[in-house]
């Protein structure tokens, strides 16, 4: 996936920080933190793992559904803008 061999960097880190996230959730329930903050903290990694899906779907759209060697077609780019739209709408 090419996409992702480029971005490699921007990605390792994202997931570095999600992985921080969910230590911190693991950390609060062995410190028997209030279900609230525990809650939040979960729904934070969840976001963030989202996120990063998101970001790896339009990424795919782009670089394998549309042919990144050729221009798209204005109904190819507004249908693949609609696409990514509607993943990330999904995912929040």
Do not use: W
């Not at 490699?8 to 933190?33: C, F, H, S, T």
């Not at 939040?40 to 549309?66: D, K, P, Y």
């Amino acid at each position: 996936m090419a996409h992702t061999i480029r971005e490699r960097k921007k990605l390792l880190n994202r997931i570095r920080r999600i992985r921080g996230q969910v230590e911190g959730v693991e950390k609060a329930l062995e410190a028997e933190k209030d279900p609230y903050f525990i809650l939040q903290t979960v729904a934070a990694c969840r976001g963030a793992l989202n996120s990063l899906m998101a970001e790896i779907i339009e990424g795919h759209i782009l670089f394998h559904v549309l042919d990144p060697e050729r221009p798209a077609s204005p109904e190819q780019a507004e249908a693949s803008q609609e696409l990514i739209d509607i993943v990330r709408t999904f995912l929040k």
